[in-house]
């Protein structure tokens, strides 16, 4: 496969997923939640009190942007900010019962959209696509610190 096909196709992988995503979060849980806030809310849940900075960098976003969007997600009962118990400077984010809601319900809304992507495939298939996958998260992780992409 030549070069300028596989990125066609990774561009258009992300294009459709990122539709779906998109899609996801307008039509599922009734709330009126962005791509950007249903990444926040998943990072949150995936791990334990994270800290502003830490999911911030997790997503690739700068603090102020980052800042706002906690804010919005804070005044909607869907996070809940805590200053660090040593450290003033330093909030801990988790996701408020309304919050776990949302997220749970975002999460089983995604999980029904890839099954209906993987229904298609057989088994081999799937389990093909689905090492492929952990395979080029891997590497893509490994080549972050490497090289940036072009601007």
């Known amino acids: ?5 596989l990125r ?4 258009m992988i992300v294009r459709r997923f990122g539709f779906l995503n998109e899609r996801c979060c307008e039509d599922c849980c009734g709330d009126d939640i962005s791509l950007i806030q249903s990444h926040i809310l998943y990072e949150i849940s ?7 900075q830490d999911v911030a960098g997790a997503l690739g976003l700068d603090i ?5 969007q906690i804010k919005t997600l804070n005044e909607r009962d869907l ?3 805590t200053p ?8 801990l984010l988790s996701l408020t019962s309304k919050g776990k809601a949302t997220e749970q319900k ?5 999980n029904i959209y890839l099954n209906q992507i993987f229904s298609s ?3 081999f298939e799937k389990e093909t696509v689905i090492r492929s996958l952990y395979l080029l998260d891997d590497a893509t992780r490994k080549s972050e610190s490497k090289r940036c992409p072009p601007r």
């Open 8 to 11: 066609n196709v990774f561009q």
């Open 1 to 5: 496969m030549k070069n300028n096909n």
């Open 46 to 52: 995936r791990q334990n009190e994270p800290s502003m």
């Open 64 to 68: 102020t942007t980052f800042s706002r």
């Open 121 to 123: 495939l057989s088994d």
């Open 79 to 81: 996070v809940k900010k």
């Open 84 to 91: 660090h118990p040593n450290d003033n400077r330093v909030n």
């Open 106 to 110: 975002i999460n089983q809304e995604m």
